[in-house]
């Protein structure tokens, strides 16, 4: 088992530092900067992207949240109504022509059971379906037109890590190949979103380089009484997927927020003792984020965030800063939300691979 950890004391911090190589990974072989294409090696039928109507994603708990963030990138790059859905809430309707939605089930282990029945439900109305899984040979592979590998490698520790990362990254390939085909997106465009992708293993590192100054900031906030995550646009689904982070393993209550509502709601809740955790990077509309954090602070509350340097944040209580990655920055801005979740359970001692009352795929609806 140690060996298996390679030195690290749980799965979860080893599969945390992988991303720069897992990442790698999921990129190899699929795109060409030069020309601006990305090839996920699907075989869609000639034309079909073209003749595209809607693109549906369904998906559960953090494949959820990748979902939320690959429809933005679907809807910027590939011009095509892209909506997210959880799983267990789905039911089909694709109108006189079903064919002409793309269905794709989002599922690391392929075997989730709300997954499995969603996609069911959409191919058996006669949907075109999709799977994007880690898992060769899983259940959901065979319930799929077609299947794209996230290859983010193993993840053994319960709480999806470097399997989110990958997840975005194909989700973002996929919708700059659709974007690409159906001439929604410019190949001068198309490179620099690839160029941020294959820059993405660097700057992760550079967030892992960083690790003691989270370490830093979970002990200065261990005892709080909640933990808030807020962003906006693609740094939305990154305050939903870091609060869900905490409350798996350390057992905090964490809520993720679209950072405008906390003043329609729960800024009532907040005190001194309730760190607001926020993504305050470009396209991520850092200036308006940063207004509700101050809000925040106004109300005693700490206040932790993840800057490009796009904005003025002296006045936070703790800075951590990723470079520039345009559309992916959120996601490199992710990489500390895990690290925080997973030192301020490590402090309380919690079975950080294996937390109570959860399974590592869940097969039953
Ligand atoms: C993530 O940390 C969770 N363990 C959980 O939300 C998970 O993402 C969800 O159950 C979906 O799993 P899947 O990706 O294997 O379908």
Known sequence: DAAEKGGYEHYMRKEIHEQPTSLRQTLSGRIDVERGDADLDVAFPQGYLESLQEIQLVACGTSYYASQYAARLLEEFADVRATVEIASEYSFDGGRDPWRTLVIAVTQSGETADTLGAIRRAGGAGARTLAVTNTLGSSVTRETED????????????AATKTFASQVTTLALLAVEIGRQRGSLAATDARAVLEDLRGLPGAVQ????????????????????AFFFVGRQFGYPVALEGALKLKEIAYDHAEGFAAGELKHGPLALITGDTPVLSVLTERSRPDETLNNVTEAQTREAPAIGVTDGTVETDSLDLELEVPDLGYVTPLVANVYFQLFAYHIADLQGRSIDKPRNLAKSVTVE
Do not use: N, T, W, Y
Not at 147 to 158: D, L
Not at 208 to 215: N, Q
């Open 206 to 225: 550079q967030v892992l380089d960083e690790e003691d100054r989270v370490l830093e900031g979970a002990k200065r906030f261990a005892d709080a009484d």
């Open 147 to 158: 299947s794209v590998f996230i290859r983010a490698g193993p993840e053994i520790g319960v």
